[in-house]
């Protein structure tokens, strides 16, 4: 029992002398100051960590911040890059219509230089199927010389033209042309090589071939397909060798004596766009405006 107290007052008397040494050792300790430099170490560390998590955090949204103006500025600069793209492709195209309507120009001129008779040249300005006629309006009128019944052609197609029809009504400024594809416009004309004649007759619209009546049946084996048909000279209207089309068929009929010779006109109504007034009273070439 006594060994047992001793025991116990040993260890009592032990943990006090350590911790009376623990203290002194403290104490000595903030006594040097070595206690106050670490605290400074530490505060120093842990400032310094949230230093740079603030400069991390402020240079990503910074950076962000940036890339998204970046990103803005590259899509007005694209932008603007695809603007001039398109006037850039405008402008060509632009040069290469006015290219082509220079070509145009000059083949006009060589070919108005070239007909025997004075020629007006026209713009057509419309078109009107449902008219007395099939009419089509060109930009000349009697201020500019045109008459009823001038004959009306086109270069196209041919280097000698091709016939589209003639004046039937005369304004001021304006003109109506029948074309020869209408039903009412008869053209007296010939096969070129074979030499027959006929009566060229429209059938109303301009997808339909023209037809030559009273052609003698005795052509049908001569005649070929691809002749070519001109006007005769046999009215006043249209002036011989004007070409009006070539041919496309022939139908015949036992109980007629005639053939009928279907024609494929020489100009292409649907790509026309400028005309020549013929006055063939008045020779001589060149143009008058």
Same mark, same amino acid.
């Given at each position: 029992?006594?060994?047992?107290?001793?025991?116990?007052?040993?260890?009592?008397?032990?943990?006090?002398?350590?911790?009376?040494?623990?203290?002194?050792?403290?104490?000595?300790?903030?006594?040097?100051?070595?206690?106050?430099?670490?605290?400074?170490?530490?505060?120093?560390?842990?400032?310094?960590?949230?230093?740079?998590?603030?400069?991390?955090?402020?240079?990503?949204?910074?950076?962000?911040?940036?890339?998204?103006?970046?990103?803005?500025?590259?899509?007005?600069?694209?932008?603007?890059?695809?603007?001039?793209?398109?006037?850039?492709?405008?402008?060509?195209?632009?040069?290469?219509?006015?290219?082509?309507?220079?070509?145009?120009?000059?083949?006009?001129?060589?070919?108005?230089?070239?007909?025997?008779?004075?020629?007006?040249?026209?713009?057509?300005?419309?078109?009107?199927?449902?008219?007395?006629?099939?009419?089509? #309006?060109?930009?000349? /009128?009697?201020?500019? *010389? %045109?008459?009823?019944?001038? !004959?009306?052609?086109?270069?196209? =197609? @041919?280097?000698?033209?091709?016939?589209?029809?003639?004046?039937?009504?005369?304004?001021?400024?304006?003109?109506?042309?029948?074309?020869?594809?209408?039903?009412?416009?008869?053209?007296?004309?010939?096969?070129?090589?074979?030499?027959?004649?006929?009566?060229?007759?429209?059938?109303?619209?301009?997808?339909?071939?023209?037809?030559?009546?009273?052609?003698?049946?005795?052509?049908?084996?001569?005649?070929?397909?691809?002749?070519?048909?001109?006007?005769?000279?046999?009215?006043? #209207?249209?002036?011989? /060798?004007?070409?009006? *089309? %070539?041919?496309?068929?022939? !139908?015949?009929?036992?109980?007629? =004596? @005639?053939?009928?010779?279907?024609?494929?006109?020489?100009?292409?109504?649907?790509?026309?766009?400028?005309?020549?007034?013929?006055?063939?009273?008045?020779?001589?070439?060149?143009?008058?405006?």
């Amino acid at each position: 029992m006594k060994h047992r107290r001793f025991s116990f007052k040993a260890q009592r008397d032990l943990f006090l002398l350590l911790a009376y040494i623990l203290a002194a050792g403290l104490f000595l300790s903030f006594s040097s100051g070595g206690f106050v430099v670490n605290f400074r170490r530490i505060g120093f560390s842990v400032v310094s960590g949230i230093q740079r998590g603030v400069y991390s955090c402020a240079s990503f949204f910074s950076g962000t911040v940036n890339a998204v103006r970046e990103l803005s500025d590259l899509r007005e600069k694209y932008r603007a890059l695809e603007k001039r793209l398109e006037n850039y492709e405008a402008m060509q195209r632009s040069n290469a219509e006015i290219r082509r309507e220079n070509e145009r120009l000059r083949e006009l001129l060589a070919f108005t230089e070239n007909l025997p008779h004075r020629n007006i040249p026209a713009e057509i300005i419309g078109r009107d199927p449902s008219n007395m006629y099939s009419g089509i #309006t060109v930009n000349k /009128g009697a201020r500019h *010389g %045109i008459r009823k019944n001038m !004959t009306v052609i086109a270069f196209q =197609n @041919s280097p000698a033209g091709g016939l589209v029809g003639k004046v039937v009504q005369v304004g001021v400024t304006t003109a109506m042309i029948m074309p020869l594809y209408d039903f009412q416009c008869y053209i007296p004309a010939r096969l070129e090589d074979t030499r027959f004649h006929g009566l060229v007759n429209g059938q109303g619209d301009a997808e339909s071939p023209l037809v030559m009546r009273y052609v003698p049946k005795r052509g049908q084996g001569e005649i070929r397909a691809g002749e070519r048909i001109v006007t005769s000279g046999e009215s006043r #209207t249209y002036p011989a /060798g004007i070409s009006v *089309g %070539i041919v496309s068929g022939i !139908t015949s009929n036992d109980y007629e =004596n @005639s053939i009928e010779i279907l024609v494929q006109p020489a100009v292409d109504f649907a790509k026309l766009d400028t005309v020549f007034l013929l006055d063939p009273e008045e020779d001589g070439g060149g143009d008058a405006t």
